[in-house]
């Protein structure tokens, strides 16, 4: 290098990112989110924007004053969670945020409305098996959101 200085790797300017912990068991259950991947969007086709395929959404606002509320660096828990279209999830995500979208979906309620899909996914095998698994773990289970 000319004038002998040399310079120091790309590498040690990279920012190193600690270890997470990841998410409490409890808060999880990839076969909910399994599950609603199989349903219509929760606006049943009544925005205009709905389409494209269903992804599970968090209501980040849901939970409010529990354990399984969002927190610093975390998601809400898995049982708070929509079927929506992939331009449903962007509108609410990117344009007009949960307090006006929620306002498109039956009940205006997300919370409430997640404690339906909630409900009746606990009632299929994988939501038995879940309770199950949550009871074995000593983890206490709330039935509806």
């Not at 389409?51 to 049982?79: E, I, L, M, Y």
Request: with cysteine; aromatic share 8%.
């Amino acid at each position: 290098m000319p004038g002998g200085r040399m310079r120091p790797p790309k590498s040690a300017f990279r920012k190193i990112k600690p270890k997470r912990a990841g998410r409490p068991e409890w808060k999880r259950a990839e076969d909910f989110g399994l599950f609603l991947r199989g349903l219509p969007c929760a606006c049943l086709g009544k925005n205009l924007w709905c389409s494209g395929p269903v992804q599970a959404a968090h209501v980040d606002h849901a939970g409010k004053g529990t354990r399984d509320a969002k927190g610093a660096s975390t998601k809400v828990a898995d049982r708070f969670m929509l079927p929506l279209s992939l331009e449903c999830h962007r509108q609410q995500t990117d344009v007009i945020g949960w307090p006006e979208f929620e306002k498109t979906l039956p009940m205006k309620d997300a919370e409430a409305l997640s404690g339906i899909y909630w409900t009746e996914f606990l009632a299929t095998p994988k939501g038995r098996d879940w309770l199950r698994q949550a009871a074995e773990r000593g983890d206490s289970v709330s039935v509806a959101a």
